[in-house]
């Protein structure tokens, strides 16, 4: 599976918009990128994910490069409570592990 | 939602002490993984599981051992516990499929042992 690079921190305030940025520039044609976040020492939560299209769901947007090589994940109106580590994944379909990277920590301030 | 629970939520125990972890889920998923995480780190699978009597270990290398003996059921044991094996401890399950797959984590076990 391909590596990610993430930022490790940003902050965001309140009621605006959160964009979180990914670098899989070793991604191949059958990976497909997963989002996921883990609020404070909880199990981590699945997010959204994607192949080529951006993808949309009632938690996020993803939008992913023409090239593939990165990706954003966009909460449209961050509240406290998306403060969080969000992890950025890449795997292949058929790949049996999902390994987690250090990820993002946000800080969403009132 | 998802249901995937994991038992004791908090575990203090001396060292020596042989201790099971619980994890079981309701979605008759054939996929379920352990992940193990110190605080701040990042999570490190130790065992997974594509389905019953299939077990394998993980990118971590780790001294538990785990049984799939029905499919809503994946244990965690170690026979002789010690200080080093503190840490957090996080069951998943996935549906199997190409493409689409989601994991569903417990709310985990905090692992301290004296």
């Known amino acids: 599976d391909a590596k990610t690079t993430q930022p490790p921190s940003m902050d965001c305030a309140e009621g605006r918009a959160a964009n979180l940025p990914c670098n899989h520039s070793?991604?191949?044609?059958?990976?497909?990128v997963y989002w996921y976040r883990q609020i404070h020492s909880q199990g981590p939560q699945y997010i959204i994910h994607?192949?080529?299209n951006n993808e949309t769901n009632e938690m996020a947007s993803l939008i992913i490069t023409e090239d593939r090589k990165s990706s954003t994940l966009i909460l449209p109106h961050a509240t406290l409570r998306d403060t969080a580590v969000y992890y950025c994944?890449?795997?292949?379909?058929?790949?049996?592990?999902?390994?987690f990277g250090k990820g993002t920590k946000l800080t969403v301030n009132p | 939602e998802a249901d995937i629970y994991q038992t004791p939520r908090y575990l203090v125990i001396g060292t020596g002490k042989k201790i099971t972890l619980e994890c079981s889920q309701t979605?008759?998923?054939?996929?379920m993984y352990w992940y193990q995480q110190d605080p701040g780190m990042e999570l490190h699978l130790i065992h997974y599981?594509?389905?019953?009597?299939?077990?394998e270990k993980g990118d971590l290398s780790s001294e538990s051992t785990v049984s799939r003996i029905r499919t809503e059921h994946f244990p965690l044991t170690l026979e002789s516990a010690r200080p080093s094996h503190t840490s957090q401890y996080l069951c998943?399950?996935?549906?199997?499929?190409?493409?689409?797959?989601?994991?569903?984590f417990g709310s985990g076990t905090q692992l301290s042992v004296l």
């Open positions: 070793t991604i191949s044609g059958n990976e497909y």
């Open positions: 998943a399950s996935s549906i199997q499929g190409v493409g689409n797959e989601k994991l569903f």
């Open positions: 599981s594509y389905g019953v009597n299939s077990t």
């Open positions: 979605m008759g998923h054939d996929k």
């Open positions: 994607g192949l080529k």
């Open positions: 994944i890449v795997r292949s379909g058929g790949s049996e592990k999902l390994v």
